[in-house]
């Protein structure tokens, strides 16, 4: 008996907690997310975010034989839980104001702490995670989003995502700023859709010297994870 009720409460505080995953985070609902209704690659999903994150890091680009820089080559980012920003004006701008303070940085480091304890400063935002590249079995690169250190997943072991992706539109905000990308969950219990949007900065120069070494360019863009399965 004593059993059996303290089994229900457990399911009853899991089902109670389970749209948001961190204690500190809030509930964002389906419709926040406004893409540009002109295109077919990045479609709103219909049910609400589990997660909405800020990423504050780098976009890396090696120097081709024809002197431009080709696509990324990865990138590295620390991922912030903006969730609770949701009602506030800061929410739709966290991603300008975040680089502001970024670009500031003597370093390319964004796990750095001085950066997290200035986001959590003026916003209160706290770590959920790191976004960065691993090889696939096919020998490319396959983002990943990894929450397995840090936040209320902390220690759970499925708490990341592998992703490809499906989607992709030049960001709306201009040239300057990294692409607009639809994401698909390959392996992970974390989700099984991920969006880049509201980008800023990241992308290379037009050109560079054919031998000269990889670049680290800074940007920051929101990242919304969809369909988690934790
Ligand atoms: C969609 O609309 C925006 C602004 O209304 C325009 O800048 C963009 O070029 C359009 N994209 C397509 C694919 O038609
Ligand atoms: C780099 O330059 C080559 C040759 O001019 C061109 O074909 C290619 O599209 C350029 N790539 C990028 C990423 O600009
Ligand atoms: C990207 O560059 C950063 C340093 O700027 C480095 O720490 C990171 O390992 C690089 N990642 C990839 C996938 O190239």
């Not at 560079?208 to 969809?226: D, E, L, M, R």
């Amino acid at each position: 008996m004593l059993v059996l009720s303290f089994l229900s409460f457990l399911l009853a505080t899991q089902a109670f907690s389970a749209p948001s995953h961190n204690k500190h985070s809030c509930q964002v609902p389906a419709s926040a997310l406004h893409l540009p209704q002109n295109q077919s690659q990045l479609i709103s999903p219909s049910l609400p975010p589990n997660y909405v994150a800020l990423g504050v890091g780098v976009q890396n680009y090696t120097c081709s034989a024809s002197g431009n820089y080709t696509s990324s080559i990865g990138a590295v980012a620390e991922l912030f839980d903006i969730s609770c920003l949701y009602k506030s004006s800061e929410f739709s701008k966290i991603q300008d104001d975040a680089f502001k303070i970024w670009s500031q940085c003597p370093n390319n480091n964004p796990s750095e702490s001085t950066l997290i304890s200035r986001l959590h400063h003026n916003w209160g935002l706290d770590v959920l995670g790191q976004h960065y590249f691993i090889v696939n079995p096919a020998g490319g690169l396959s983002p990943k989003f990894d929450f397995t250190s840090s936040g209320s997943t902390a220690g759970n072991v499925n708490a990341f995502v592998v992703t490809a992706k499906v989607g992709d539109i030049p960001a709306p905000t201009g040239h300057q700023d990294v692409d607009w990308l639809r994401l698909n969950g390959v392996s992970g219990k974390l989700a099984s859709q991920v969006f880049r949007v509201f980008t800023k900065a990241g992308q290379p120069p037009a050109s560079c010297s054919p031998g000269s070494p990889p670049i680290s360019v800074k940007y920051t863009a929101q990242y919304w994870f969809y369909g988690s399965s934790l």
